[in-house]
């Protein structure tokens, strides 16, 4: 079973800045890419930020500039450092995994971090 561990939401004012962590845990673990993305009340979730199998990344056009999306591979871990938070950036955000598996890829999602941008 694959677990994704989150960490590091909370309450920040604008302007600030918080840092995201994913682990990723379980038997037999091989990451094809890891990813950030986010939900908003009564709106969609969307793609924050992703590394893809290739090792690029793909932010969204809201938060390119003001978030970076790293990871330590020894570690399966992947983080999202947030600077210049806006109100707008409040949300869950959840960390999204695809693990290889003998058939294909199997999505993981972790529980769920609140990020609120507030003064």
């Known amino acids: 079973q694959v677990q994704l561990v989150e960490s590091g939401g909370g309450l920040v004012q604008p302007g600030g800045s918080l840092r995201l962590s994913c682990a990723a845990s379980?038997?037999?673990?091989?990451?094809?890419?890891m990813g950030w993305y986010r939900q908003a009340p009564g709106k969609q979730r969307e793609l924050v930020a992703a590394?893809?199998?290739?090792?690029?990344?793909n932010y969204a056009d809201s938060v390119k500039g003001r978030f970076t999306i790293s990871r330590d591979n020894a570690k399966n871990t992947v983080y999202l450092q947030m600077n210049s938070l806006k109100p707008e950036d409040t949300a869950v955000y959840y960390c999204?995994?695809?693990?290889?598996?003998?058939?294909?890829?199997?999505?993981?999602w972790g529980q769920g971090t609140q990020v609120t941008v507030s003064s």
């Open positions: 999204n995994a695809h693990i290889v598996r003998n058939w294909g890829l199997a999505s993981y």
């Open positions: 379980g038997s037999s673990l091989r990451v094809n890419d």
């Open positions: 590394f893809t199998s290739g090792g690029t990344t």
